[in-house]
Nanobody
């Protein structure tokens, strides 16, 4: 069992930045591929970014590439999502997810066994 707790969401103006954190507990964090997903009202959950268990590879959906950065600190059992140049269309609930699979890049939500409760990100225009 892995418990994930996100933090760092909030309200920001377009062009601003936020950093999301996801703290994990329960199992060996470095065994898990991690991901950030988001879900806007009335839309399906979508992948934002993924990172391998050791942090050697990252993946970004095209809409955030160059603006967002996923990273992890295995000593702190935490994964981060640095979000820069935020746009109103980035408004969503952001979820972190974990899985032990080595499938790459792991963009399907069905591929993750553990999920956080989500944190709201709202970008005003």
């Amino acid at each position: 069992q892995v418990v994930l707790v996100e933090s760092g969401g909030g309200l920001v103006q377009a062009g601003g930045s936020l950093r999301l954190s996801c703290a994990a507990s329960g199992r060996t964090f470095s065994d898990y591929r991690m991901a950030w997903f988001r879900q806007a009202p009335g839309k399906a959950r979508e992948i934002v970014a993924t990172i391998t268990n050791r942090g050697s590879k990252t993946y970004y959906v095209d809409s955030v590439s160059g603006r967002f950065a996923i990273s992890r600190d295995n000593a702190k059992n935490t994964v981060y999502l640095q979000m820069n140049s935020l746009k109103p269309e980035d408004t969503a609930v952001y979820y972190c997810a974990a899985d032990r699979s080595r499938v790459w890049p792991g963009v399907r939500s069905e591929g993750y066994d553990y999920w956080g409760q989500g944190t709201q990100v709202t970008v005003s225009s």
